[in-house]
């Protein structure tokens, strides 16, 4: 179902507490982004990585972070600083530069208490 | 930076007729615009894109039509089906979707049957 996962599929925390969300894809994908889909707000893009070691902040950043060690790994962290984090989070990969179909992962509901 | 607006939000169609949803975007540098279907619970997969360089792109029952000068393009189903039901988003990216991808708000379309 596409080589890219996302763990886990729902997860609840409390306010005030970070939380990281785990995309993996086994598709030697270059490129790799993670969306914030809420309901009449299409999906909007929160950071973005072309390569290893490498990242740009997307439309709404602020309150998330990211890293990219590996290239089959982009971990996002919601934040404390994040007014708003109850949503469904999607995370994309794309397989080199000149390549336009971005790939989706499942998932991950995230309600914050 | 660029801004895609699309309608209607929600798009209620007889089986077997047509449905069309409408996409504006506002960066004339945009030059990749793929259509992804969202199915309920489920990830967002491209259907169809276009680039700047063609005006209309066909596959099977679905168009894509683009206006370069109005900066307009536009999704088109034929026959609908009971399967067609689902959230369609536009997008839009320069450099030929190397760049990220800006998405519309989605369009809920509904076949009756």
């Known amino acids: 179902d596409g080589g890219i996962t996302q763990s886990p599929k729902y997860l609840f925390r409390k306010e005030g507490q970070n939380v990281t969300l785990s995309c993996e894809q086994n598709?030697?994908?270059?490129?790799m982004y993670w969306y914030r889909q809420d309901p009449g707000q299409g999906l909007r893009l929160i950071y973005y990585?072309?390569?290893?070691?490498?990242?740009q902040k997307g439309d709404i950043a602020e309150g998330y972070s990211v890293s990219r060690e590996k290239k089959e790994s982009f971990p996002l962290t919601v934040t404390s600083a994040q007014k708003n984090p109850t949503a469904f989070y999607l995370c994309?990969?794309?397989?080199?530069?000149?390549?336009?179909?971005?790939?989706f992962g499942p998932g991950t509901r995230l309600t914050v208490l | 930076g660029e801004n895609v607006e699309q309608h209607p939000s929600t798009l209620s169609v007889q089986e077997g007729d047509s449905a069309v949803i409408k996409c504006t975007y506002s960066?004339?540098?945009?030059?990749?615009f793929p259509w992804y279907k969202q199915e309920l619970g489920k990830r967002p997969q491209l259907i169809i894109d276009i680039r700047s360089n063609v005006g209309e792109k066909k596959d099977q029952r679905i168009a894509v039509t683009l206006n370069k000068t109005a900066k307009h393009f536009s999704l088109h189903i034929t026959e609908t089906q009971p399967e067609d039901s689902a959230v369609y988003f536009c997008a839009a990216s320069s450099n030929f979707g190397n760049e990220k991808l800006t998405f519309g708000t989605g369009t809920r379309l509904t076949i009756i049957p």
């Open positions: 990585s072309q390569i290893v070691n490498d990242f």
């Open positions: 960066d004339s540098a945009s030059n990749y």
């Open positions: 994309a990969s794309t397989p080199f530069r000149g390549a336009n179909e971005q790939f």
């Open positions: 598709l030697n994908h270059d490129a």
